[in-house]
């Protein structure tokens, strides 16, 4: 079992729709990043936090450190966020989720 | 904002070459590098982090005779890929923090996608 588990792995949307990414994982962290992996492979790093909420123009990204739950929402979902969204828990060493593929159809 | 350079992009070669793959902080002094490989439609894997004048850090798996890492500047990480085989084909990536390591943002290459015949 992967220490940081991603749901979905797959999602399909039409343009405009709300978008939830869910990651959970199953030891402690200080941090955790959301990363956005672009068809090419070429990665961006989102978002990093350690507790609370964080928000970027369209994009929220959330996090329960007692739950070991976090959260990447994204709002009027278009095309160009179509990519693979990865979870990474920061601790001793990254450790990154099995991946979530979007597809938004306009 | 800071930016990872990673090169070259892509690499076609025979097996048995050596392959070096280059990763440099442009605008920013990176302690500590770190090395990824990805499969397709899999997960990044690290490999090994790379400190700025010591040893690499390997994980579990991953030989150190074969993927040598040297870093030898602030601003400049090398992965080579020695005797390089048809296995080794694989998407290499780089990310690079400032000081304080896994906590610190990560700022990641464009990757660089290895194919060996």
């Known amino acids: 079992k992967n220490e940081v588990e991603q749901s979905p792995q797959n999602l399909t949307a039409q343009e405009g729709e709300f978008i939830t990414i869910n990651c959970s994982y199953s030891?402690?962290?200080?941090?955790l990043h959301w990363l956005q992996q672009h068809p090419g492979g070429g990665i961006v790093s989102l978002f990093m936090?350690?507790?609370g909420k964080k928000k970027h123009g369209r994009l929220i990204a959330t996090i329960n450190i007692q739950e070991k739950h976090s959260s990447l929402h994204i709002t009027a979902s278009h095309p160009r966020d179509s990519a693979v969204y990865i979870c990474?828990?920061?601790?001793?060493?990254?450790?990154f989720g099995t991946g979530t593929r979007l597809q938004v159809f306009p | 904002g800071a930016v990872v350079s990673q090169h070259p992009s892509w690499v076609i070669c025979k097996s048995g070459t050596s392959v070096k793959i280059e990763c440099r902080s442009l605008?920013?002094?990176?302690?500590?590098m770190f090395w990824y490989r990805q499969f397709p439609k899999q997960s990044l894997m690290l490999m090994a982090t790379s400190n700025e004048g010591s040893k690499a850090t390997y994980e579990q798996g991953v030989e150190k005779d074969k993927f040598l890492i040297n870093h030898a500047s602030l601003t400049l990480s090398t992965l080579t890929v020695t005797s390089a085989h048809p296995e080794d084909s694989s998407f290499y990536i780089c990310?690079?923090?400032?000081?304080?390591?896994?906590?610190?943002?990560?700022?990641f290459g464009d990757g660089t996608r290895l194919s060996i015949l």
């Open positions: 990474t828990r920061n601790t001793d060493k990254l450790i």
């Open positions: 030891v402690g962290i200080s941090a």
């Open positions: 936090l350690s507790s």
């Open positions: 605008d920013f002094q990176a302690t500590t």
């Open positions: 990310s690079a923090s400032n000081p304080g390591g896994y906590n610190q943002p990560q700022h």
